[in-house]
């Protein structure tokens, strides 16, 4: 089993978006082998979803029902396999609470980079296979290669590490969260995807 966390100021717009987006297509690849959680730096404990980042969601075909915010604490981060952050800023806060997570701890977007970065070094197979041992040793293998890509990522990036945060801001501020963070989610998604059939 895969724990993945992810991470963002009050848990209710960006980091639930990542989260539940995430669990329901990694589900669809590779059944029972990834835990998404979520928390917030200042969560606005207990809370529902934002409701225009809940409908954002919804427009990709995912649910909010039943989330609840809740608080980052070391007790939550402990276990995790890979914390996606959705600044750096996070990702710092994150590695000072819990400097052991500093390998396993990226921005989504810089986590996207990294595996745009692996996919074009000559060699660099990982196992394939939806079963669970498949899965677990893949994602253990990337996670160590990632490290090797983490500095390459970052300098293309030029600083774009950031998703936007549009709590009670404009309409267009939720569009643009959007364009932030989906297209680094969906990198995500295709790894697996592509990984998890033998093919």
């Known amino acids: ?15 639930p978006y990542a989260q539940l987006f995430l669990q329901s297509e990694l589900d669809r690849i590779s059944p029972g082998s990834f835990t ?5 730096s200042h969560a606005l404990v207990g ?17 909010s029902d039943g989330f609840v915010a809740r608080q980052l604490s070391e007790d939550v981060v402990v276990g995790s396999d890979l914390v996606l952050a959705l ?6 806060s994150i590695v000072a609470m819990s400097p052991r997570l ?9 986590f996207a980079a990294v595996l745009e970065e692996l996919a074009t070094i000559p060699g660099h197979i990982l196992p394939k296979g939806n079963d669970s041992v498949s899965v677990d040793t893949r994602w253990a293998a990337l996670l160590k290669a990632a490290q090797l890509a983490r500095h390459s990522a970052r300098m293309k ?8 945060d549009p709590y009670r801001q404009s309409d267009p501020v939720y569009d643009r969260m959007v364009d932030d963070l989906l297209p680094s989610l969906r990198s995500i998604v295709t790894f697996e995807a ?3 059939t033998k093919k």
């Not at 998404?36 to 917030?40: E, K, P, Q, V």
Request: with cysteine.
């Open 1 to 15: 089993m895969i724990r993945i966390l992810t991470v963002c100021t009050g848990n209710i717009c960006r980091s």
């Open 36 to 40: 998404l959680r979520s928390a917030g």
């Open 47 to 63: 809370q529902q979803m934002d409701e225009r980042s809940s409908m954002k969601l919804r427009d990709v075909g995912v649910a």
């Open 87 to 92: 600044t750096d800023e996070h990702r710092k």
């Open 102 to 110: 500093l390998k396993r701890t990226y921005t989504v977007r810089e």
């Open 157 to 164: 990036l030029g600083g774009q590490l950031d998703v936007v």
């Open 194 to 196: 592509f990984h998890a």
